[in-house]
Nanobody, 123 residues
Framework: QVQLVESGGGLVQAGGSLRLSCAASGSTFSSSYSMGWFRQAPGKEREFVGMTWSGGSTYYADSVKGRFTISRDNAKNTVYLQMNSLKPEDTAVYYC????????????????WGQGTQVTVSS
């Protein structure tokens, strides 16, 4: 089993920054797990934001490329989502997810999810 806990959400003005954290735990979790970030705005489907897999490679959705950065601290079993130049359309609940997948942007490929953290960007 794997448990994921997100933190770091909040209210920020447009153009501002936030850093989300996702702490992983559990007997089966290891650095070989891929970690993904997804978000869901009210009335919309959950969408892919970005991911990182073992070795540190990252992949981002076009909508956040150049503004968001994913990093990973394997010693702490924690993944970070640094969000810069935030826009009102970034407002959503952000979720981290984990599983032994390679390069997947499909939420259905991830079996472990955190509870989500709210990010609100005011204009």
């Amino acid at each position: 089993q794997v448990q994921l806990v997100e933190s770091g959400g909040g209210l920020v003005q447009a153009g501002g920054s936030l850093r989300l954290s996702c702490a992983a735990s559990g007997s089966t979790f290891s650095s070989s797990y891929s970690m993904g970030w997804f978000r869901q705005a009210p009335g919309k489907e959950r969408e892919f934001v970005g991911m990182t897999w073992s070795g540190g490679s990252t992949y981002y959705a076009d909508s956040v490329k150049g503004r968001f950065t994913i990093s990973r601290d394997n010693a702490k079993n924690t993944v970070y989502l640094q969000m810069n130049s935030l826009k009102p359309e970034d407002t959503a609940v952000y979720y981290c997810a984990a599983d032994r997948v390679f390069g997947s942007r499909r939420s259905s490929d991830y079996g472990y999810w955190g509870q989500g953290t709210q990010v609100t960007v005011s204009s």
